[in-house]
């Protein structure tokens, strides 16, 4: 089990004035030196070009090597005895020099010289790629104040239209990336609340909202209104959510996962019971015919689409893998990108591993104990690395290459368990929140790849029917 500590009101109580949320944390802008001294004494100081030191010349030399070529042409029928003499003179007391300039230290050599080897090799071998630049700070850093320090709770997510929601106590915040504004979705009374979890619509439009009461609220965030809220889907908290398509998949402390088609009235069609415990992780994979639970009871389970059952009968084994291998809680749960079988899972303080599995077969493929505890996992779309979020004790985000697992990169600045992350829609940044109350962004999966084109899908079907049902 790994604790959580759901109270909010400690700072009300206290009558403290509250921080306004999602706004720009109290830090400097960092501001390049005008400089070009460097404070490293190890470090070589260039500038941006290279004027002659005349304490290291020689002006007596210099003199006799400006002067020189003008006394060859005067002498220029001179015997040849003295030039004899001339020449072993250079070669014996000047040591033939003939630079007249003094720099302090040498150029610095260009970068990616290529020899005229490597050039007739080039078309023969393929150019090494370039590693790619990790920025070790976060990009932006905004506050996040009253987030719910509950490690089995669901509060960020970011939608495909590029906004990122984030449930602090009582209410649903919306930033907009692309401007930078923020403006409040909703706040429930104290008797429904806090919100125990977020998620985005595929369409970017919709999200639904958790509650600590077991409702489920569906809202319109063009219009900010209330579409319709499910009640009687669990008999506890909601605090994990999961979209395919127009399905949408509730985990609650009951232990129920529950498909919820939001187009009808009787929005409940199918569970799946298998948990003993908290649901406090579920994602679809990229197909949508698999789904993968995680629980407080340590159990991980993969389920099947056509396996779900719309009457649910007691002790029915509906699973398609009951995964016990790890020995904490599981919530993160990442499906892969690039191999659709693929599933990466987190376990909580007592476990601290990241395991990877085939869905197809159950099989557990390799297996890394990380330290800490597992928050979230999240794949980098474009390469194949993984990034993992920690609690205690360094409260870090991990890079990994995969399969290799080797780290590339850990990302430090939270102060306390990094519990939430969230990928933007391009897939290159990543949204982290932690239990310092700061909402951080990375850079950490370098630059967008430049969009394919391809005919765009549409996603309003599924809310189509709510006046009908209403």
Request: glycine fraction near 6%; proline fraction near 5%; charge should be neutral.
């Amino acid at each position: 089990m790994d604790a959580g500590s759901p109270s909010i009101s400690w700072k009300k109580s206290h009558g403290l004035t509250p921080r306004p949320p999602l706004q720009e944390a109290g830090s400097c802008p960092y501001m390049p030196s005008l400089s070009t001294v460097s404070h490293n004494p190890s470090a070589k100081c260039y500038g941006d070009r290279f004027i002659p030191d005349r304490s290291a010349m020689d002006m007596d030399m210099a003199h006799y090597l400006l002067t020189e070529p003008r006394k060859d042409k005067e002498n220029a029928a001179a015997s040849p005895s003295k030039e004899t003499y001339r020449r072993l003179l250079a070669e014996k007391m000047l040591n033939n020099r003939t630079r007249i300039l003094t720099f302090r230290n040498k150029p610095p050599e260009p970068e990616n010289v290529v020899s005229t080897a490597d050039t007739a090799s080039s078309h023969q071998a393929k150019p090494a790629k370039q590693q790619r630049y990790i920025p070790q700070s976060a990009e932006r850093t905004l506050d996040a104040p009253d987030l719910v320090d509950d490690y089995y709770l669901n509060l960020l997510d970011w939608g495909s239209s590029n906004v990122l929601s984030i449930a602090l106590g009582d209410t649903v915040y919306l930033w907009d990336a692309s401007s930078g504004s923020t403006s409040e979705l909703v706040t429930v009374d104290e008797e429904s609340g806090p919100i125990t979890s977020v998620s985005w619509a595929p369409d970017g439009q919709h999200i639904a909202v958790g509650l600590n009461s077991s409702d489920i609220q569906l809202w319109d965030t063009s219009s900010n209104r209330l579409l319709r809220t499910l009640r009687g889907v669990h008999e506890s908290r909601v605090g994990s959510l999961a979209w395919n398509n127009n399905i949408l998949t509730t985990g609650g402390m009951d232990s129920n996962i529950v498909n919820n088609d939001v187009r009808i009235r009787k929005h409940a069609v199918q569970t799946y019971q298998g948990h003993s415990q908290e649901v406090c992780g579920l994602k679809w994979s990229g197909s949508g015919q698999q789904l993968a639970s995680g629980g407080n009871d340590n159990l991980l389970h993969i389920w099947d689409m056509s396996m779900a059952s719309s009457v649910p009968s007691v002790g029915r084994n509906q699973w398609l893998h009951r995964l016990e291998d790890h020995t904490a809680a599981v919530k993160a749960l990442a499906w892969c990108p690039f191999q659709s079988n693929l599933l990466a899972t987190g376990g909580g303080g007592s476990d601290r591993c990241i395991k990877f599995w085939n869905t197809h077969t159950g099989a557990c493929l390799n297996s890394v104990d990380t330290g800490s505890q597992v928050c979230s996992l999240l794949w980098n779309k474009n390469e194949r690395e993984l990034l993992s979020s920690h609690g205690f004790t360094q409260n870090q985000l991990t890079l990994w290459k995969y399969p290799s697992m080797v780290k590339m990169a850990e990302l430090t600045g939270h102060t306390s368990r990094v519990l939430f992350m969230a990928q933007s829609p391009d897939g290159c940044t990543v949204a982290s929140a932690a239990a310092d109350e700061t909402l951080r962004f990375w850079n950490v999966f370098g630059s967008p790849e430049v969009p394919k084109p391809a005919a765009k899908a549409s996603h309003t079907g599924m809310f189509n029917s709510f006046n009908h049902i209403r």
